[in-house]
T-cell receptor
């Protein structure tokens, strides 16, 4: 009963490096989301997808890219890491639209030094 | 701009006491409302949601919330808290019943023995 799986759980990057945060769900959900969580700021939506091949920007997309080639996977790419991208990243999924409960992974804690 | 405000960043309370966590949102014709809970080092879990119908909504773990349209509020309550309720709680709103989910800043509930 995996739900939403995020890898890695922790990562330290140097400024300018790139990496991909992985997210996979096994619930056959159509919608998937990426959020970042900063202390005292709640969660901010980075990108979301309503199905394979369809992605759209959220509130804070700059510096990130996504793709959705399958229903199950929704990776988040950081091309040129910057200190402002130090955060906790959460992937979530839901069966359909914004009225549905979102199921969250346990997060990736990313530090950029 | 559409926003969600959680009026208390931290709420300390003694075990078995009642608690209310406050959430206000921007005025809107129609909204979907959610409360999520986040335990340390975990992702968010849905506590309860309001889509339509009865304004008093019951959720898991003995929590309930009341939708008040005239005051644009959706406060979360529990009559008697346990140590295990210590966590961070997030209010979230989907405006116009289909807009992207917007999260409040979070309220840290600390239950003391």
């Amino acid at each position: 009963n995996a739900g939403v799986t995020q890898t890695p759980k922790f990562r330290i990057l140097k400024i300018g490096q790139s990496m991909t945060l992985q997210c996979a769900q096994d619930m056959n959900h159509n919608y998937m989301y990426w959020y970042r969580q900063d202390p005292g700021m709640g969660l901010k939506l980075i990108y979301y997808s309503v199905g394979a091949g369809i992605t759209d920007k959220g509130e804070v997309p700059n510096g990130y890219n996504v793709s959705r080639s399958t229903t199950e996977d929704f990776p988040l790419r950081l091309e040129l890491a910057a200190p402002s991208q130090t955060s906790v990243y959460f992937c979530a999924s839901s069966y359909s639209g914004w009225d549905q409960p979102q199921h969250f992974g346990d997060g990736t804690r990313l530090s950029i030094l | 701009a559409q926003s969600v405000t959680q009026l208390d960043s931290q709420v300390p309370v003694f075990e078995e006491a009642p608690v209310e966590l406050r959430c206000n949102y921007s005025s809107s014709v129609s909204v979907y409302l959610f409360w999520y809970v986040q335990y340390p080092n975990q992702g968010l879990q849905l506590l309860l949601k309001y889509l339509s119908g009865s304004t008093l909504v019951k959720g898991i773990n003995g929590f309930e919330a009341e939708f008040n349209k005239s005051q644009t509020s959706f406060h979360l309550r529990k009559p008697s808290v346990h140590i295990s309720d210590t966590a961070e709680y997030f209010c979230a709103v989907s405006y116009n019943q289909g807009g992207k989910l917007i999260f409040g800043q979070g309220t840290e509930l600390s239950v003391k023995p």
